[in-house]
């Protein structure tokens, strides 16, 4: 005669160990919401969470938290101050840091980030490229709206906080930019940056004169472009890319 296995045997043997887990960040009316969660575990313990935010070089954790808990979950928030690529890391006295898939998070909750419309010296400069593309047989570049909103930021950051460089005061680089701005996927990318020149033919010269500059200009492997303009300088960007 048979019998089935006992009860207590059976729980025991399904019994899920102890684990921490870190759920991907989200965005929620201006702020990033980052949580941790310890699963299946016998006695408590310090459970860590952070927020982390992708940068150039070292990544760079804007919130965390900590909390004695059994099983459960905690949560960090704090207010999403720049556009990037966020996740969240999650640990406990016994366990290895956990991390999240990360998400690229836009600072202005679900919907994606708003676009203007590019003015006419920017419209001015995207015609003379593409003219100067012509000659090298590349087909002209589709002015886009995302490029442009991450161009003109950009124009406009380095004119308020007075400096001149691809990499952002916050350590954005271009393309960081261009994807927190929408554009994607991204197969590549360039980016031009002037200072000085009043007008868009005076731009687009010095730029066609630069032999690194002239070489993105007439790159036929991209596809689109966004040209930014800051009053103030003025600050040039010249955004390159193509899915």
Same mark, same amino acid.
């Given at each position: 005669?048979?019998?089935?296995?006992?009860?207590?045997? $059976?729980?025991?043997?399904?019994?899920?160990? #102890?684990?921490?887990?870190?759920?991907?960040?989200?965005?929620?009316?201006?702020?990033?919401?980052?949580?941790?969660?310890?699963?299946?575990?016998?006695?408590?313990?310090?459970?860590? *969470?952070?927020?982390?935010?992708?940068?150039?070089?070292?990544?760079?954790?804007?919130?965390?938290?900590?909390?004695?808990?059994?099983?459960?979950?905690?949560?960090?928030?704090?207010?999403?101050?720049?556009?990037?690529?966020?996740?969240?890391?999650?640990?406990?006295?016994?366990?290895?840091?956990?991390?999240?898939?990360?998400?690229?998070?836009? #600072?202005? +909750?679900?919907?994606?980030?708003?676009?203007?419309?590019?003015?006419?010296?920017?419209?001015?400069? *995207?015609?003379?490229?593409? $003219?100067?593309?012509?000659?090298? +047989?590349?087909?002209?570049?589709?002015?886009?709206?995302?490029?442009?909103?991450?161009?003109?930021?950009?124009?406009?950051?380095?004119?308020? $906080?007075?400096?001149?460089?691809?990499?952002?005061?916050?350590?954005?680089?271009?393309?960081?930019?261009?994807?927190?701005?929408?554009?994607?996927?991204?197969?590549?990318? +360039?980016?031009?940056?002037?200072?000085? $020149?009043?007008?868009?033919?005076?731009?687009?010269?010095?730029?066609?004169?630069?032999? +690194?500059?002239?070489?993105?200009?007439?790159?036929?492997?991209?596809?689109?472009?966004?040209?930014?303009?800051?009053?103030?300088?003025?600050?040039?960007?010249?955004?390159?890319?193509?899915?």
């Amino acid at each position: 005669m048979s019998f089935p296995a006992p009860a207590t045997a $059976q729980a025991a043997s399904t019994k899920t160990p #102890c684990r921490v887990v870190a759920a991907k960040p989200s965005l929620s009316r201006g702020m990033v919401t980052g949580t941790a969660g310890r699963v299946g575990c016998d006695a408590k313990a310090t459970l860590r *969470v952070r927020i982390v935010r992708a940068v150039a070089g070292p990544d760079r954790t804007v919130k965390s938290g900590s909390k004695l808990v059994l099983n459960g979950r905690i949560a960090a928030r704090v207010r999403c101050a720049a556009p990037g690529r966020y996740y969240v890391v999650a640990m406990d006295y016994q366990s290895k840091p956990i991390q999240s898939p990360s998400v690229a998070l836009s #600072c202005a +909750g679900r919907t994606s980030p708003k676009t203007s419309t590019a003015s006419t010296i920017e419209e001015q400069v *995207v015609k003379l490229t593409n $003219q100067a593309r012509a000659k090298k +047989g590349c087909r002209p570049l589709t002015h886009d709206p995302k490029l442009h909103a991450a161009a003109e930021r950009h124009s406009a950051d380095m004119a308020a $906080q007075g400096y001149f460089d691809h990499d952002s005061k916050n350590g954005r680089t271009p393309g960081n930019r261009i994807s927190a701005a929408g554009f994607a996927p991204i197969s590549t990318w +360039g980016e031009n940056i002037a200072m000085g $020149q009043p007008t868009a033919a005076s731009v687009v010269q010095a730029w066609l004169n630069s032999p +690194g500059h002239r070489a993105n200009i007439m790159n036929c492997s991209f596809t689109h472009i966004g040209v930014g303009q800051s009053t103030k300088g003025p600050y040039w960007t010249q955004d390159f890319a193509a899915h």
